[in-house]
């Protein structure tokens, strides 16, 4: 049961992820992204994590597939007919195979274990003490990263004086 | 903790990640609109972080430090993705193209 599960989301997001790089049209690459997103949210489910899987549907499906939207509704690239591929896009399917093939072998020389094992839930208090206690530094400098992004963001968006 | 026995190997988990890492590169490196670039990063960070929480249940369940990593890059990859869509719009306005490989400015 739970292997089929692993199989719906598997296919989920390999789908989205191929129609992302490669449909001709921006906006359905969206809409596939959020797809693969999605199923990534599922994979956490599977794997008892349910915190990042809120998480993930909350930040990618919501924040980031809107703002991927906006950008793509402001920069107008659904308008008009264009290639969406450069000419390099043999060359980059070639380096992309030949990394998935790097990436095959050495999951087929390590010996992994036979038996799955047990798999521990990690609860949501735990979670937040482990994240408020021993990795509080980092999570001050992340809201730190997150304030200046916000702060560039909004600069370099800004229609400066005199623009249009 | 609790504690629940598990049906699928941790393998699935890694070549799922694998696959959709390098699908990710594809786009990264055939996608010539920044916008599209970007959401290929997202795939490819995606992939980075079942890694990290397939690796960090399986193996480390009582530190799960993995899971806290991927907490931070999904913060990361948030603030990324506003930094960069600002960029493109920025771009965009001054350039009147979005395609990377048309912003040549700095080419030889």
């Known amino acids: 049961m739970t292997q089929v599960f692993f199989d719906i989301m598997a296919a989920t997001i390999i ?3 191929l129609g992302v790089v490669l449909i001709r049209n921006v906006v359905h690459a969206a809409l596939f992204l959020i797809m693969s997103l999605m199923g990534v949210a ?3 489910i599977l794997l008892s994590v349910e915190f990042l899987a809120l998480v993930q549907v909350l930040i ?4 980031v597939a809107v703002l991927i939207i906006f ?3 402001l920069t107008r690239v659904g308008e008009l007919k264009q290639k969406l591929d450069g000419d ?3 060359l980059a399917a070639v380096a992309a195979l030949t990394l998935l093939g790097a990436f095959a072998t050495v999951m087929y020389k390590t010996t992994w274990p036979r038996d799955p094992g047990q798999l521990t839930v990690v609860p949501f208090d735990t979670i937040g003490t482990a994240l408020f206690n021993r990795w509080a530094v980092p999570f001050e400098v992340a809201s730190g990263v997150l304030l200046v992004a916000l702060v560039g963001a909004v600069v370099l968006a800004m229609q400066e004086e005199g623009e249009r | 903790m609790e504690v629940v026995s598990q049906e699928i190997p941790l393998e699935h988990f890694v070549m799922l990640s694998m696959v959709l890492f390098s699908i990710g590169v594809y786009g990264v490196l055939a996608r010539r609109n920044a916008v599209l670039i970007l959401m290929s990063v997202e ?3 995606n992939a980075v972080s079942i890694n990290l929480v397939a690796f960090a249940v399986y193996t480390a369940p009582s530190l799960f430090v993995g899971i806290i990593f991927a907490i931070f890059v999904i913060t990361i990859a948030a603030a990324e993705v506003g930094l960069a869509l600002a960029v493109v719009l920025r771009v965009f306005r001054n350039r009147g193209t979005s395609n990377v490989d048309e912003v040549n400015a700095l080419k030889w």
């Open chain 1, 15 to 17: 789908g989205g992820a």
């Open chain 1, 42 to 44: 599922g994979v956490y």
């Open chain 1, 60 to 63: 990618y499906g919501g924040a």
């Open chain 1, 71 to 73: 950008a793509l509704m």
């Open chain 1, 88 to 90: 390099q896009r043999p």
């Open chain 2, 43 to 45: 795939l490819m960070l």
